[in-house]
């Protein structure tokens, strides 16, 4: 997390924009069958290890990996970090309401936190440019976006150069967390690295996601070292 945060601080001052994956098992199978969500994995600036499936295969692979980390913690760090450094702030994506009452609660949580606007994910793709131009006039220097995997890093991509942001990421579910929509697993379920299991007793739907691990393991199994 510490050299994420340093890589961060540096892409903002850049000027220039960059983007940032969170990798977790169920993206990078996705990516198998997605040509263009693969090439955004092998052109992106910074991607970071968003599950213990993905520590797993880098230890495997013989390039061990220090920490997870996650989106749900890069989005809290970089707001708590705005609250010295004035890092201008969007919130793209979820339910109606949902990315404003989590940017409401994260500026009560890191006083001085420079959000600087918010807005819900339920458009159709016809409107990603419409949208682009409605967040750049923000002139966020990141823009945390939430519309689950890979439609986020797909509208990030697609609108980068009319946002404009220095830092783009998507962030699936943080929202839904920060907003108290949705409880984050506990500490305990993150310690043995089970924070999937939590969010499957939560919501039964994301089984189509879980089920995704069985082929991540099948992968890392067959690919050479």
């Known amino acids: 997390m510490k050299e994420t945060l340093a890589k961060i601080a540096e892409y903002i001052a850049s000027g220039t924009p ?76 979820a339910a109606p309401g949902v990315a404003e009452l989590a940017a409401e609660k994260l500026r009560l ?5 420079n959000i600087v606007g918010a807005r819900h994910g339920y458009f159709p793709e016809e409107s990603d440019t419409v949208v682009a131009q409605e967040v750049a006039e923000s002139k966020p220097d990141v823009l945390f976006v939430a519309m689950g995997i890979p439609r986020q890093e797909k509208f990030i991509q697609s609108t980068s150069s009319i946002i404009n942001a220095k830092v783009s990421m998507g962030v699936g579910g943080s929202f839904d967390v920060f907003s108290g929509k949705v409880k984050r697993a506990p500490i305990l379920f993150q310690k043995m690295r089970m924070e999937w299991f939590w969010r499957l007793m939560l919501n039964p739907k994301k089984i189509g996601k879980v089920m995704l691990l069985p082929r991540f393991v099948g992968l890392v199994l067959r690919a050479k070292r």
């Open 18 to 93: 960059h983007l940032i994956i969170t990798a977790d098992a169920s993206g990078i199978v996705q990516a198998q069958s997605d040509q263009y969500f693969q090439e955004l994995f092998r052109t992106a600036d910074l991607i970071t290890p968003d599950s213990a499936g993905v520590l797993w295969a880098a230890k495997r692979f013989g390039t061990p990996l220090t920490e997870r980390v996650s989106g749900v913690d890069i989005v809290q760090e970089v707001c708590r970090a705005s609250a010295d450094k004035g890092y201008r702030i969007y919130f793209l994506g």
């Open 109 to 113: 949580k890191f006083p001085g936190c």
